[in-house]
T-cell receptor, first 116, second 113 residues
Framework: GAVVSQHPSRVICKSGTSVKIECRSLDFQATTMFWYRQFPKQSLMLMATSNEGSKATYEQGVEKDKFLINHASLTLSTLTVTSAHPEDSSFYIC????????????FGDGTRLSIL | EDQVTQSPEALRLQEGESSSLNCSYTVSGLRGLFWYRQDPGKGPEFLFTLYSAGEEKEKERLKATLTKKESFLHITAPKPEDSATYLCAVPNAGGTSYGKLTFGQGTILTVHP
């Protein structure tokens, strides 16, 4: 149980393109989803927290107009990187929780984004 | 502010050589401690949750233990397929931080055949 699917696994695109990443909880309802960014050999850096049906909460320093998050249902959240540039190239990972802080988050397999 | 520190940063073992990874934490009221395994190019895979001092969880060659200040991940007779980065994390509680995780920096485990 507790499977989170993230799609696509890899994206290569030109500078200026907008890229959408999907995160789905397959076998449970995720009241809260989290989006992380991970740089090589570093731990996960939280970008934003999204609750179903409400606006996402962004961490300090994360541009909300650059990283658009939508959490329209209890099983789907999307992250759109708008007008992506080479500095946005990174490994993006989503996780899903069931709304209780003492329960673990379950992670997708990540999306490797490369902007040329 | 919650803090999580893992040691060592990297650990190289021979196949069959047992060892332990450490996760020290400082939190204002522990609501659980999570261990994850992360393979290169993948998201973290959930391993264990520990809630109270003295609790132990086991899965194959891994055993996680918890005290009031730290957690250990014991690896017994490791195999090369146990090579990965092991992360521990604690959940924040209350206010706008509800549900967020504070991660340690991870321990990169390499098991040589």
């Amino acid at each position: 149980g507790a499977v989170v699917s993230q799609h696509p696994s890899r994206v290569i695109c030109k500078s200026g393109t907008s890229v959408k990443i999907e995160c789905r909880s397959l076998d449970f309802q995720a009241t809260t989803m989290f989006w992380y960014r991970q740089f090589p050999k570093q731990s996960l850096m939280l970008m934003a927290t999204s609750n179903e049906g409400s606006k996402a909460t962004y961490e300090q320093g994360v541009e909300k107009d650059k990283f658009l998050i939508n959490h329209a249902s209890l099983t789907l959240s999307t992250l759109t990187v708008t007008s992506a540039h080479p500095e946005d190239s990174s490994f993006y990972i989503c996780s899903a929780g069931q709304g209780y802080s003492n329960q673990p988050q379950h992670f997708g397999d990540g999306t490797r984004l490369s902007i040329l | 502010e919650d803090q999580v520190t893992q040691s060592p940063e990297a650990l190289r073992l021979q196949e069959g050589e047992s060892s332990s990874l450490n996760c020290s934490y400082t939190v204002s009221g522990l609501r659980g401690l999570f261990w994850y395994r992360q393979d290169p190019g993948k998201g973290p895979e959930f391993l264990f949750t520990l809630y109270s001092a003295g609790e132990e969880k086991e899965k194959e060659r891994l055993k996680a233990t918890l005290t009031k200040k730290e957690s250990f991940l014991h690896i017994t007779a490791p195999k090369p397929e146990d090579s990965a980065t092991y992360l521990c994390a604690v959940p924040n509680a209350g206010g706008t931080s509800y549900g967020k995780l504070t991660f340690g920096q991870g321990t990169i485990l390499t098991v040589h055949p």
